[in-house]
């Protein structure tokens, strides 16, 4: 038998009262003495439950010097006992880390748990709070804030034509919007026109960079556009009920955002904080939250409106947005919570919305209709403060100069440039012939040029009232459809983003070698 703390025949074999192991005497006396209990079971032990086993004597050689060899080999029976000793002392303590590291390891997952699920529970609260705080009647005034349409949630409590007063917008939303606008305007003062802005003579020599196939075959047109001009990605709505991201400077789709079951009508990226908006004829708007793989998730569907969603439009608090339809109503959103403060309908109009975008400074809204009339509305009363009329047909899209002073108009019948400070059409553009309407009008970010789609793209240098605005530049429509659906200007207006009724994406700029040259 082999002692159970060496693992040796042990020499002089001494045994256990209470467990009935064997030790060599010298080792269990001297762990004895160091702990006082068992090395193997943990319980007390005294030498007094100690019993020595009676074997035969074998006769060793009396150790007289460490010089002798009987003296070294006692020295290295020593040293042996030690090392015995101290190898089981240290499996013991391996043993006790890790059941205390297995322990730890189960304290700090149950830990994790507890942390995400009061995370979940703080940011519920925080929404409920959101809209608790928004809890205020609605102001009275000539246009009546309804609602028309029913989220998923309340499709049970609500009968199929039911209609609820909404939250509306507090007092704290004005004043936040208040505050927006005077910072805004105050900046707009001091603004100068950036010196990495293109050039006129760059734009004179724009071409077709390339061309991406980014939505189906089967179902081909690429209906909006927008650029996110911090990233320089370019985002397109299509035919094919897709939202497709792409990155200009890659050449690559970054994600391709499926959720529709209609065409979408509009996309919108929200600055600063990774979120998109695309508005579908399936009457519903998605809010898109994007994540660190680089994948969007669909955080919100709302079903607000009752008719095809043609327009999204986002604050410059970048808090807030709005959508337009042509159930003739456009509804104010929270960006958070993805809560409708207040859906507006117009007595006097029954013609939907067409098209919608916020004045730079956000206390202003426009809207076009199917009527061919441009409104005015004042977020904060939500009243329409003024009516554009001249344009034939519905009108197709609208933008506002960052300088705050003009908006442009595209209709069936071309462009419109109206003066908002004296509320009239001071320049017209009839660029196409009857049968090919203007599809998309936008102002680059500083205000210096207005890109027009139609059959072609056409770029003008933004004049003034009095002055001419001048034809820069015209693109031809490379899709071979005849019709340029959207076209949108990148960042300091390096680019064209242009879409039309194929399923390619196509970029007009300088080629390399003249861009390295400008540069």
């Given at each position: 038998?082999?002692?159970?703390?060496?693992?040796?025949?042990?020499?002089?074999?001494v045994?256990?009262?209470?467990?009935?192991?064997?030790?060599?005497?010298?080792?269990?006396?001297?762990?004895?003495?160091?702990?006082?209990?068992?090395?193997?079971?943990?319980?007390?032990?005294?030498?007094?439950?100690?019993?020595?086993?009676?074997?035969?004597?074998?006769?060793?050689?009396?150790?007289?010097?460490?010089?002798?060899?009987?003296?070294?080999?006692?020295?290295?029976?020593?040293?042996?006992?030690?090392?015995?000793?101290?190898?089981?002392?240290?499996?013991?303590?391996?043993?006790?880390?890790?059941?205390?590291?297995?322990?730890?390891?189960?304290?700090?997952?149950?830990?994790?748990?507890?942390?995400?699920?009061?995370k979940?529970?703080?940011?519920?609260?925080?929404?409920?709070?959101a809209?608790?705080?928004r809890?205020?009647?609605?102001?009275?005034?000539?246009?009546?804030?309804?609602?028309?349409?029913?989220?998923?949630?309340?499709?049970?409590?609500?009968?199929?034509?039911?209609?609820?007063?909404?939250?509306?917008?507090?007092?704290?939303?004005?004043?936040?919007?208040?505050?927006?606008?005077?910072?805004?305007?105050?900046?707009?003062?001091?603004?100068?026109?950036?010196?990495?802005?293109?050039?006129?003579?760059?734009?004179?020599?724009?071409?077709?960079?390339?061309?991406?196939?980014?939505?189906?075959?089967?179902?081909?047109?690429?209906?909006?556009?927008?650029?996110?001009?911090?990233?320089?990605?370019?985002?397109?709505?299509?035919?094919?009920?897709?939202a497709?991201?792409?990155?200009?400077?890659?050449?690559?789709?970054?994600?391709?955002?499926?959720?529709?079951?209609?065409?979408?009508?509009?996309?919108?990226f929200?600055?600063?904080?990774d979120?998109?908006?695309?508005?579908?004829?399936?009457?519903?708007?998605r809010?898109?939250?994007?994540?660190?793989?680089?994948n969007?998730?669909?955080?919100?569907?709302?079903?607000?409106?009752?008719?095809?969603?043609?327009?999204?439009?986002?604050?410059?608090?970048?808090?807030?947005?709005?959508?337009?339809?042509?159930?003739?109503?456009?509804?104010?959103?929270?960006?958070?919570?993805?809560?409708?403060?207040?859906?507006?309908?117009?007595?006097?109009?029954?013609?939907?919305?067409?098209?919608?975008?916020?004045?730079?400074?956000g206390?202003?809204?426009?809207?076009?209709?199917?009527g061919?009339?441009?409104?005015?509305?004042?977020?904060?009363?939500?009243?329409?403060?003024?009516?554009?009329?001249?344009?034939?047909?519905?009108?197709?899209?609208?933008?506002?100069?960052?300088?705050?002073y003009?908006?442009?108009?595209?209709?069936?019948?071309?462009?419109?440039?109206?003066?908002?400070?004296?509320?009239?059409n001071?320049?017209?553009?009839?660029?196409?012939?009857?049968?090919?309407?203007t599809?998309?009008?936008?102002?680059?970010?500083?205000?210096?040029?207005?890109?027009?789609?139609?059959?072609?793209?056409?770029?003008?240098?933004?004049?003034?009232?009095?002055?001419?605005?001048?034809?820069?530049?015209?693109?031809?429509?490379?899709?071979?459809?005849?019709?340029?659906?959207?076209?949108k200007?990148?960042?300091?207006?390096?680019?064209?983003?242009?879409?039309?009724?194929?399923?390619?994406?196509?970029?007009?700029?300088?080629?390399?070698e003249?861009?390295?040259?400008?540069?």
């Amino acid at each position: 038998m082999n002692c159970s703390i060496s693992s040796e025949v042990p020499e002089e074999p001494v045994v256990s009262k209470k467990s009935g192991l064997l030790y060599e005497k010298r080792l269990i006396e001297r762990h004895i003495a160091d702990y006082g209990k068992c090395p193997v079971t943990g319980e007390p032990l005294t030498m007094e439950d100690i019993v020595p086993v009676k074997t035969g004597k074998i006769v060793k050689p009396r150790s007289l010097t460490a010089a002798s060899i009987p003296g070294m080999l006692g020295m290295f029976q020593n040293e042996w006992d030690a090392l015995m000793l101290s190898n089981f002392a240290l499996e013991q303590q391996l043993h006790t880390a890790r059941q205390e590291l297995s322990h730890a390891l189960y304290q700090h997952d149950a830990a994790c748990r507890v942390i995400a699920r009061l995370k979940k529970e703080r940011d519920e609260a925080r929404s409920l709070l959101a809209q608790a705080e928004r809890q205020a009647p609605l102001p009275a005034s000539a246009v009546t804030a309804v609602s028309n349409g029913k989220r998923a949630s309340e499709e049970e409590d609500m009968g199929p034509g039911a209609k609820r007063m909404r939250p509306g917008v507090s007092d704290s939303i004005i004043a936040e919007l208040t505050e927006c606008n005077a910072a805004l305007s105050q900046q707009r003062k001091k603004r100068q026109i950036p010196p990495t802005l293109a050039p006129i003579d760059a734009l004179e020599r724009y071409t077709q960079l390339s061309s991406h196939p980014l939505h189906k075959t089967n179902k081909p047109g690429i209906t909006s556009i927008d650029i996110n001009l911090l990233k320089d990605i370019v985002a397109t709505g299509g035919v094919d009920s897709n939202a497709v991201l792409f990155g200009r400077t890659s050449g690559e789709i970054l994600s391709t955002l499926s959720g529709h079951s209609k065409k979408v009508t509009s996309v919108k990226f929200v600055a600063y904080n990774d979120v998109f908006l695309s508005g579908s004829a399936d009457k519903t708007v998605r809010i898109w939250q994007g994540s660190e793989d680089g994948n969007y998730n669909c955080r919100h569907i709302l079903k607000d409106h009752t008719a095809e969603v043609q327009a999204v439009t986002v604050h410059a608090t970048n808090n807030y947005f709005v959508t337009a339809s042509l159930d003739a109503t456009w509804c104010f959103y929270d960006l958070s919570s993805g809560l409708c403060l207040t859906q507006v309908e117009d007595p006097t109009n029954s013609m939907g919305y067409t098209s919608a975008a916020f004045h730079p400074d956000g206390l202003i809204l426009g809207t076009g209709t199917i009527g061919s009339t441009v409104r005015i509305w004042d977020v904060k009363s939500r009243g329409n403060v003024a009516n554009f009329d001249g344009h034939t047909g519905a009108v197709t899209a609208i933008s506002f100069s960052e300088n705050g002073y003009f908006l442009a108009t595209a209709a069936h019948d071309g462009v419109k440039l109206w003066d908002l400070r004296k509320l009239k059409n001071f320049r017209s553009f009839e660029l196409y012939d009857q049968d090919t309407p203007t599809n998309s009008v936008d102002f680059d970010h500083s205000g210096s040029y207005l890109a027009i789609a139609g059959s072609d793209i056409r770029v003008y240098q933004v004049g003034s009232v009095k002055a001419e605005w001048n034809c820069i530049k015209t693109l031809p429509d490379l899709s071979g459809t005849g019709r340029a659906t959207c076209v949108k200007f990148g960042p300091d207006a390096r680019y064209l983003a242009v879409g039309s009724m194929d399923r390619n994406l196509r970029v007009f700029g300088l080629p390399e070698e003249d861009a390295s040259t400008e540069s």
